[in-house]
């Protein structure tokens, strides 16, 4: 039985549909992320999973009931703000246990529940401060630790990272995948972060205007995008694109025109009736060649070296940029002229029309 399962779940507001049909199961223990440009949807989908949406149309289900008419209070779903949303006149205990206490728990076991997340989260020591005497960080953790204590059938998290600094991101980044691997509990992870999708899911939700554009393990979606817009978002750098033309094909190759040479990649079936389609290569697929096996031949107008990575802008002509990915110690600099090569093996195609994936 899937923990959630989202059955033709639609949402409008009125005459304007912002989310599409969505149908999605999601595994008891399961850390799905939801991920997405702002806009896409992706927060209004955890929102109606929360009960703070309603639900336009379709049937959602969480732990086998059918809770799409049920109040918030009564989904057994713990949801963690990007705000923290902490009582700031209560201690870190007390907001922890201030939940249980309202639905009239024994005093006993809300006290050995938030003794047990306390020490999951490492919270002993600061039990007894308010939240203006922590840091951003630990009031996360309290936040955590106050949906950990409901032992909920899921947690909900709306973008928890979004107000700390870089380290601290890392810091919770790595938390949070260590609670999950402790407790096992069925996560759906909301962030525009795909640094957070790639490092924290078991599987990553696409979400594009509303309708889900890809599900996946983060290394499905990073090796084989079905769509341009997957390809293009999930990676950083992005993967390099360019418009190109099929030239012909048959059983031992695929030959394309780019803008200064044609050159040949593996046999493409899906490709039959297609001539314009889109190339796609990630910078680290691409390398220095000699100028008559080039792919591309520019100008190197920014050199980006982030100390485990180099990071070349190859300004191609016609305003159009290729970046590339050099070995860490590489000697290239600003000004200089490169030839680059592409692995044919690692390129990837789509349809000029609607962008769907082709090989």
């Not at 507001?13 to 949807?41: H, K, Q």
């Not at 973008?159 to 600094?165: H, R, V």
């Not at 993967?239 to 695929?254: P, R």
């Not at 520019?298 to 070995?327: A, C, H, K, N, W």
Request: charged content about 25%; proline content about 5%.
């Amino acid at each position: 039985m899937s923990a959630i399962a989202l059955k033709a779940i639609r949402k409008d507001y009125g005459a304007v549909n912002v989310i599409r049909r969505v149908d999605l199961e999601i595994a008891s223990g399961e850390f799905i992320v939801l991920v997405g440009p702002s806009g896409c949807g992706k927060s209004t989908l955890l929102r109606m999973i929360a009960g703070l949406e309603e639900i336009s149309a379709g049937e959602l289900f969480i732990g086998g009931r059918s809770v799409g008419q049920l109040p918030p209070a009564e989904r057994n779903i713990a949801m963690v703000f990007q705000d923290y949303a902490l009582y700031p006149h209560m201690s870190v205990e007390e907001n922890m246990a201030f939940g249980l206490k309202m639905r009239d728990g024994d005093p006993a076991a809300i006290d050995g529940k938030v003794k047990n997340a306390s020490a999951i989260l490492k919270l002993d020591p600061f039990l007894d401060r308010r939240p203006a005497q922590l840091s951003g960080g630990q009031r996360q953790r309290v936040a955590m630790g106050r949906a950990i204590v409901r032992d909920p059938d899921a947690f909900l998290f709306d973008e928890p990272l979004s107000n700390l600094d870089a380290a601290l991101r890392v810091e919770m980044r790595l938390e949070i995948a260590k609670l999950h691997r402790r407790i096992r509990a069925t996560t759906v992870y909301v962030t525009h972060d795909q640094v957070e999708a790639m490092t924290l899911a078991d599987r990553i939700v696409v979400m594009n205007g509303g309708h889900m554009e890809q599900v996946g393990a983060p290394l499905d979606l990073y090796q084989r995008p079905q769509t341009l817009f997957v390809a293009k978002f999930i990676g950083s750098p992005t993967m390099n694109t360019l418009d190109c033309e099929i030239l012909g094909s048959d059983a031992l190759e695929l030959r394309l025109r780019l803008p200064a040479r044609e050159i040949s990649l593996p046999p493409l079936a899906s490709a039959a009736g297609s001539t314009q389609v889109t190339l796609g290569i990630r910078p680290e697929d691409l390398e220095i060649s000699a100028p008559e096996a080039a792919w591309f031949t520019g100008e190197l107008s920014v050199v980006e070296r982030l100390g485990s990575q180099t990071f070349g802008y190859l300004d191609i002509g016609e305003e159009r940029m290729v970046t590339v990915e050099f070995p860490r110690t590489s000697p290239v600099r600003v000004g200089e002229r490169l030839s680059v090569a592409g692995r044919a093996d690692h390129a990837h195609l789509f349809a000029k029309e609607d962008g769907r994936r082709l090989n």
